[in-house]
C-alpha cells in the first residue's frame, strides 16, 4: 500500500490510518477468509480515498501564516456519522455544546478531539490544529467493519472494527491526538512522508497522542503506560496496543497480526521500500528519546519535555526533509534556551541511549560557546567549524583515550554565526552564536 503521491500531492500530507501497512499485509496473509476480505476492504478505501482526494483541485498546502494569526480559542468540535457508508463527511449527528449521543463512538470521538483541543490550547497555546481555530470535524461508522481511522488532510475518520482483531476506533484516545497531531505537523514542519522524515512525522503524532492521554488521565510519566492504541486490539489478539513508546518492538506477538516490528535504537534502523521507507517502524526510535527525556525530567510529560518537542516543531530551522540527527540536535538546543543545561543534557543522554550522538552547547560567554563534556561510545576524531566569514575550522579534538570524554570552546567572531560540531564524518552538533 502507498500512502500517496507526495510529488502529486503536498509532500507532507498523510492519509494513512493508525493501522500501518505491515499490519494490514500481514491479516491479509494470515487471517480468516472474514479477516482477510475486511483488511483488504480496508486498504482498497484507503486508496479509493488516496485516488478521491488527488482528484480535487486547487488544493494548495494551508497557509503557514495561519500560525501566526492565532485568535481567541475557539473549540468546535463536530461529529458525523457515515452511517456504514464511505461519503465524507456524512450526516451531523454532535456538535459542539450538545449533549452526548447515546453511540458510544459518537461519543468517544467527540470527547477525544475535545481532549486533543483542551491539550494543544492549555498546553501550548495552540488554536486548534491550524492555531487559527479550524473546527475539528470526525466522521464514524465509517465504511463495513472498517478496521483503521485516518486522518483525510482536512478531518478524522473512524472505522468500526471487525471486533475480531479491532476494537471500535475511537475506544483509544490517544489514536485521536496521533490523528489529529497529522493535522498540526501538515500546517507547521511539513515533514515528508518518507524514509526518516516520515518516522519523525509518525513519532511526533505519537508523542502528542499519548500526551493528550496522559493529560486526559492526569498521569505523570512514571504512571503512564506509553502505549499506542491500548484497547483498540480485540479480546484474543495477542499484544496490548499497536505501538510502545517506551519499549519498541513489544506491543503485540500475534499470529494473525505478527510482530511489532519496532526498533528501539538505531543500531536496528530498519531499511525497508514498504510503509514509505518504515515510517511505522523506525519512528519508535525517536518515539523512545521522548519517552526517555520525560522520565528523565519526571513530573508530567507536558511539563518540560512536551514543551521542547512541541518548539522543535515550529522551529524554522526543522526543515520539511529532516532527519533523525537534525530533529534531535534541535531539541537540545531548545531544552538549552528553554530551560538551561542540566535538561539540555538529560535530552542529549536520552537521544544517546537510543543511538543517536548529540553535543551540547551550555552557554554562550564572550561569544565562546562552551560545549558539554561530550561521551562517545568509541574513539573519535571531531572537529568544530564555525559559518561567519565563510566556514572556518576552529577546533579539533581528541578524546583522551580512556572514557572519550572532551569538553569544546568555540570562538564566534559575530552573533548568529552557525556552529556545527562533526564526529566521524557526521554532524553532531549545529548551533547559532548569541
Ligand atoms: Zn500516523
Redesign the pocket.
Known amino acids: 500500500m502507498k500512502c500517496d503521491d507526495p510529488v502529486a500531492h503536498g509532500q507532507y500530507r498523510?492519509r494513512?490510518?493508525?493501522v500501518p501497512p505491515h499490519m494490514l499485509e500481514a491479516i491479509i496473509k494470515n487471517g480468516d477468509a472474514e479477516q482477510r476480505i475486511a483488511a483488504a476492504q480496508t486498504l482498497h478505501l484507503t486508496e479509493q480515498m488516496r485516488l478521491e482526494r488527488l482528484s480535487l483541485v486547487g488544493e494548495a498546502g494551508p497557509a503557514q501564516a495561519a500560525d501566526e494569526t492565532a485568535g481567541a480559542a475557539h473549540k468546535s468540535r463536530k461529529i458525523y456519522t457515515a452511517a456504514n457508508g464511505t461519503g465524507l463527511p456524512g450526516n451531523l449527528v454532535r456538535s459542539e455544546g450538545q449533549g452526548a449521543s447515546g453511540d458510544a463512538e459518537i461519543d468517544e470521538a467527540y470527547n477525544g478531539l475535545g481532549a486533543t483541543f483542551d491539550l494543544y490550547n492549555n498546553i501550548f497555546q495552540r488554536n486548534s490544529i491550524d492555531n487559527a481555530g479550524m473546527d475539528l470535524i470526525g466522521t464514524t461508522h465509517y465504511g463495513v467493519k472498517y478496521n483503521n481511522a485516518?486522518?483525510n488532510g482536512s478531518q478524522m475518520v473512524f472505522g468500526d472494527g471487525d471486533g475480531k482483531l479491532f476494537n471500535r476506533f475511537t475506544i483509544a484516545i490517544d489514536v485521536m491526538g496521533?490523528?489529529l497531531t497529522?493535522g498540526v505537523t501538515q500546517y507547521t514542519a511539513k515533514l515528508v512522508y518518507s524514509n526518516q522524515s516520515g518516522a519523525l512525522?509518525?513519532s511526533v503524532?505519537?508523542v502528542f497522542g499519548s500526551m493528550v492521554k496522559q493529560y486526559a488521565l492526569g498521569q505523570t510519566s512514571a504512571q503512564a503506560d506509553w502505549l499506542i492504541g491500548a484497547g483498540l486490539l480485540a479480546a484474543g489478539v495477542k499484544g496490548v496496543a499497536l505501538r510502545s513508546m517506551k519499549a519498541p518492538g513489544t506491543a503485540y506477538d500475534d499470529p494473525v497480526l505478527g510482530k511489532d516490528p519496532q526498533p528501539d535504537h538505531m543500531s536496528k534502523y530498519v531499511n525497508t521500500t514498504s510503509d514509505n521507507g518504515g515510517?511505522?517502524i523506525n519512528s519508535g526510535i525517536p518515539n523512545k528519546a521522548f519517552y526517555l527525556t520525560s522520565i528523565a525530567l519526571g513530573g508530567n510529560s507536558w511539563d518540560r519535555a512536551g514543551h521542547i518537542w512541541y518548539n522543535t516543531l515550529l522551529d524554522t530551522r526543522l526543515s520539511a526533509s529532516a532527519q533523525f540527527q537534525d530533529f534531535a540536535n534541535l531539541t537540545v538546543d531548545n531544552a538549552n534556551k528553554l530551560y538551561g543545561a542540566t535538561v539540555g543534557n538529560a535530552v542529549v543522554q536520552a537521544w544517546q541511549q537510543v543511538g543517536i550522538n548529540v553535543a551540547a552547547i551550555v552557554s554562550w560567554q564572550n561569544n565562546k560557546a562552551v560545549l558539554s563534556t561530550y561521551t562517545s561510545p568509541h574513539s573519535m576524531n571531531a572537529w568544530a567549524y564555525i559559518q561567519d566569514n565563510g566556514w572556518r575550522k576552529v577546533q579539533s579534538l581528541t578524546p583522551d583515550g580512556v572514557t572519550n570524554t572532551f569538553a569544546l570552546l568555540v570562538d564566534a567572531q559575530s552573533v548568529n554565526a552557525r556552529v556545527n560540531v562533526y564526529l566521524d564524518g557526521t554532524t553532531i552538533y549545529q548551533a547559532y552564536s548569541v
Open positions: 498523510c494513512c490510518g493508525i485516518f486522518w496521533h490523528e497529522h512525522n509518525e503524532s505519537d515510517v511505522h
